[in-house]
């Protein structure tokens, strides 16, 4: 009787199925609505948001609703602290960046191709790798205080070692049979690096850069959050200290918008660089 019941109602849901994609119309293909289907976890995690907001199930103090924290998103613009932290936390950003990930590359191919600088390095680089960076704050706040350098030091060591180990990882892992081809076909140096050792560095490498860029731009906002005089952490951990969490949820957002974007800028740097690979 339940394979029965079941099968029943599991015709009901094929006719139920087979009626709605009849009465779809035809001129509006579902292939041309999946690009839409992004949208759909950030338009229902915003109406559940609405709606408990407007059911107070949470106090307006705690959890306030999309509608106030637009007008205060509205309201730091007109007034320029947004575009102020947010350009602080941005330079901070590209220069501990910019130096952890040329350093992490340099460093990382020597690592591969150096049997002296591994011999030397190989076990200090290992062992600092797996040292968690928020575990050093306390430390380097006592050395250098919360300036500048602090949070500089702070972003290079979150960017410094995974690109090390990618492009470590990268140049150890170049298939010998690619490096072989070459020296049989006498490639000349320029060609050798453009379709052998390019192809076969630049994805590791990049991916490398994705995370590390990642991990910079969260350590940051938390970094800021503990010890800074401006930035999009601090005026986040201000605006906590005033109960004003409808400007809390703006640096959320904006966090997140921008952890989001700042990946795929560097997944479309990857995408054009992997032009050059050979088909």
Not at 89 to 110: E, P, Q
């Amino acid at each position: 009787m339940k394979s029965i019941g079941f099968n029943i109602r599991a015709g009901e849901w094929l006719r139920l199925v087979l009626s709605w994609r009849l009465l779809w119309p035809s001129w509006l293909p579902l292939r041309q609505l999946q690009p839409l289907a992004v949208w759909v976890s950030p338009a229902a995690l915003l109406l559940v948001w609405y709606w408990a907001a407007r059911q107070q199930w949470v106090p307006e103090q705690i959890l306030p609703a999309p509608a106030a924290v637009w007008e205060s998103f509205l309201d730091l613009i007109n007034s320029g602290e947004l575009q102020d932290n947010l350009s602080i936390s941005l330079f901070r950003l590209l220069v501990g960046f910019g130096i952890g990930a040329v350093s992490g590359l340099l460093v990382g191919v020597l690592l591969a191709i150096s049997p002296g600088v591994r011999a030397y390095l190989g076990l200090t680089f290992e062992m600092l790798r797996h040292i968690p960076t928020l575990v050093l704050i306390p430390m380097l706040i006592l050395l250098l205080g919360i300036g500048e350098t602090f949070k500089i030091v702070i972003l290079v060591k979150a960017v410094f070692f995974p690109v090390a180990q990618a492009a470590t990882d990268a140049v150890r892992n170049i298939p010998r049979g690619f490096i072989e081809v070459g020296r049989v076909y006498q490639l000349k140096p320029w060609d050798f690096y453009r379709t052998i050792l390019l192809p076969a560095t630049v994805p590791p490498v990049l991916t490398g850069m994705r995370i590390a860029l990642g991990r910079a731009w969260l350590i940051l906002v938390a970094v800021e959050l503990l010890a800074a005089d401006a930035g999009i952490g601090q005026m986040m951990e201000f605006a906590r200290q005033m109960l004003r969490l409808d400007i809390v949820l703006v640096g959320v957002v904006l966090t997140g918008v921008i952890g989001f974007s700042l990946d795929k800028s560097l997944r479309l740097v990857e995408r054009r660089l992997m032009r050059w690979r050979p088909e």
